[in-house]
């Protein structure tokens, strides 16, 4: 069973249920993050291009150049991203993915858990 993935978008880190940790780019944390903020992981076109404020005729290309690179870098880095187009909709995220921050990560360390 998968585990849960974490988006840092402050940090622009990317962290697989393995551990592995993938640097991420402004626009790539600001994708990630909208789909761990939506209930089904789920971002449409219009919504992933107004969170990157990107509207011109060519933007859904840029999203896809995007998302293609990030999945290209991930393999690289022995991570496979389960981020999959959703034709003419927009993207989904697959697995369990949550958005962190370090006031959550100060809060887990004070606790011990």
């Known amino acids: 069973m998968p585990g849960t993935w974490e988006v840092d978008a402050v940090k622009g880190l990317l962290t697989a249920p393995d551990g592995v940790v993938l640097k991420l780019a402004a626009a790539e944390a600001t994708v990630i993050s909208l ?6 992981h789920r971002g449409s076109f219009e919504e992933l291009l107004d969170a990157l404020d990107d509207h011109d005729y060519r933007a859904r290309n840029r999203l896809a150049i995007l998302v293609s690179r990030l999945r290209a870098r991930g393999s690289r880095n022995d991570m496979v991203i389960p981020l999959i187009g ?3 909709r927009g993207y989904i995220f697959m697995e369990s ?3 962190i921050s370090d006031a959550q ?5 004070r ?3």
């Open 35 to 40: 789909l761990a903020r939506a209930n089904d």
């Open 97 to 99: 993915l949550v958005e």
């Open 111 to 113: 606790s011990g858990t």
């Open 105 to 109: 990560v100060s809060s887990a360390r």
């Open 86 to 88: 959703e034709r003419s």
